[in-house]
């Protein structure tokens, strides 16, 4: 089956730019989506399609897929950005999510 | 806009059926341009796909989950549910229900608040 591999975390000074990556075999030839949650709450969806914003998701948030890895960039990372962020690929018409990365910003 | 919400009972007792159903208000299931997730997180791990149903009845499971899960809708209900059978303590989890677009590309937009299960006797 197929896997995606997330970093299990990722620290950030605020006001820097944020890389949270996810590799999976030629993973560039897949949609990918990415998903903020923080704690005690439910998945918000951040990036779809590999470089779409959903309304309402700031400028800030953005993504890229290539090769074997998908990318999350947050850039000016703010202390409202802490959360875990999880990659989700489309494979088979099966869902794959990977581990999920959790962000610090420090 | 779009609401889902979960329900059903917060303890299942081991070997028996974990039943939920997921209420969408604000639009239908019958809607062509969806699909309808279940999601699942163990306490303080990540997210684990269960499976997704259409608004025809058709249905796609993990893998790894495939003998004991069953997904079904009810339109009239506007609601639809997971069945997951012989339960065991690592089935405690929250679980999500969420709304879904497919193509080549799958993602979820909107999301239940989630429901807590906790499989213990």
């Known amino acids: 089956s197929y896997e995606v591999t997330q970093p299990p975390s990722v620290s950030v000074s605020p006001g820097q730019t944020a890389s949270i990556t996810c590799s999976g075999d030629?993973?560039?030839?897949?949609?990918t989506c990415w998903y903020q949650q923080k704690p005690g709450q439910s998945p918000v969806l951040v990036i779809y399609?590999?470089?779409k914003r959903p309304s309402g998701i700031p400028e800030r948030f953005s993504g890229s897929n290539s090769g074997n890895t998908a990318t999350l960039t947050i850039s000016g990372t703010q202390a409202m950005d802490e959360a875990d962020y999880y990659c989700?690929?489309?494979?088979?018409?099966?869902?794959?999510f990977g581990g999920g990365t959790k962000l610090t910003v420090l | 806009q779009v609401q889902l919400q979960e329900s059903g009972p917060g303890l299942v007792k081991p070997s028996e059926t974990l039943s939920l159903t997921c209420t969408v208000s604000?639009?239908?299931?019958?809607?062509?341009?969806?699909?309808w997730s279940w999601i699942r997180q163990p306490p303080g791990k990540g997210l684990e796909w269960i499976g997704y149903?259409?608004?025809?009845?058709?249905?796609n499971y993990n893998p790894s989950l495939r003998s004991r899960v069953t997904i079904s809708i009810d339109t009239s209900k506007n609601q639809f549910s997971l069945k997951l059978s012989s339960v065991t303590a690592a089935d405690t989890a929250v679980y999500y229900c969420?709304?879904?677009?497919?193509?080549?590309?799958?993602?979820?937009?909107?999301w239940g608040k989630g429901t807590t299960v906790t499989v213990s006797s």
């Open positions: 969420a709304r879904a677009l497919a193509g080549p590309y799958y993602y979820m937009d909107v």
């Open positions: 604000g639009g239908s299931v019958s809607s062509g341009s969806y699909y």
């Open positions: 149903i259409y608004y025809s009845g058709s249905t």
């Open positions: 030629k993973l560039g030839d897949k949609y």
């Open positions: 399609q590999d470089t």
């Open positions: 989700q690929a489309w494979d088979s018409s099966t869902v794959v």
